[in-house]
């Protein structure tokens, strides 16, 4: 059987949701409430529907009145290359964004090819408490700004993958690896626009701030950045991901 739509509008006391894998799925509605949704590699979905969750009465229709509802913590829309910002119901890539995406802490839209630049920022500015997030092949100069200007960016990001990412350019990313004072992790890896100095030079600079916090230094990656680039190396090295003795332990 090939399922095209899912309808769990109805199902109100739900708060996470996998579909993950679906590849013939082409239309979701969610209840309100939900916390958690993993909607990866659905290749052909094209509507989201999803409601604030609020106290008070609920409709038929999933319309509510009453207080704001906690949002989305995770977001996983990985590979769903055919939703586009108007198949999203819900406003979660629209300018009020932030009732849907103030609490969210993971977010992956890689390859979301249809998502605008614009519609993305957007959410990224209002997510005030994220702390992972994947953008693989769709990361932009603009989405990277709005999000370094985001609360989320000096209190709680501390990963941060843009891999094969071809319009990004090393300004946005100098910057968010100087406002995200938490950042840990930044994945450049086939990021052509990138030059063979920021691609080099970001990741261990963030190693040197992360091991210099770890032994009571306090110390701006901006004077790291410009001690290192004196040496960088002309061609890219190997971008790897760097992890603090707390995260290595914890991967044993």
């Not at 199902?11 to 013939?24: A, D, I, K, Y």
């Not at 239309?27 to 008070?56: E, F, H, N, Y």
């Not at 406002?179 to 691609?199: D, E, F, P, V």
């Amino acid at each position: 059987t090939i399922v095209k739509e899912i309808d769990l509008s109805s199902l109100t006391h739900l708060e996470r949701v996998s579909v993950r894998g679906c590849s013939n799925l082409e239309v979701l509605r969610l209840p309100p409430g939900i916390l958690a949704l993993d909607a990866s590699s659905c290749t052909k979905l094209k509507k989201i529907s999803m409601r604030m969750q609020r106290s008070g009465h609920v409709s038929e229709d999933n319309a509510t009145t009453g207080t704001q509802g906690l949002g989305l913590a995770a977001l996983n829309l990985s590979g769903c290359r055919s939703l586009a910002p108007h198949g999203v119901e819900g406003e979660i890539f629209g300018p009020g964004t932030d009732q849907f995406t103030r609490n969210l802490v993971e977010a992956d839209l890689s390859s979301t090819l249809e998502l605008t630049d614009l519609s993305i920022a957007n959410m990224l500015r209002s997510a005030t408490k994220l702390a992972s997030l994947s953008l693989r092949y769709v990361a932009t100069d603009r989405m990277i700004n709005a999000l370094a200007e985001s609360n989320a960016a000096a209190s709680f990001l501390y990963l941060v993958d843009v891999a094969f990412s071809s319009k990004l350019t090393d300004a946005s990313v100098q910057l968010i690896a100087t406002k995200a004072t938490h950042l840990q992790r930044m994945n450049l890896r086939g990021c052509r626009s990138i030059s063979a100095a920021c691609y080099n030079e970001v990741p261990i600079a963030l190693q040197k701030r992360l091991l210099n916090k770890e032994l009571g230094r306090n110390i701006l990656i901006d004077d790291i950045l410009k001690r290192s680039r004196a040496s960088s190396m002309r061609a890219k090295g190997d971008n790897v991901f760097f992890f603090s003795s707390e995260t290595r332990s914890r991967k044993k």
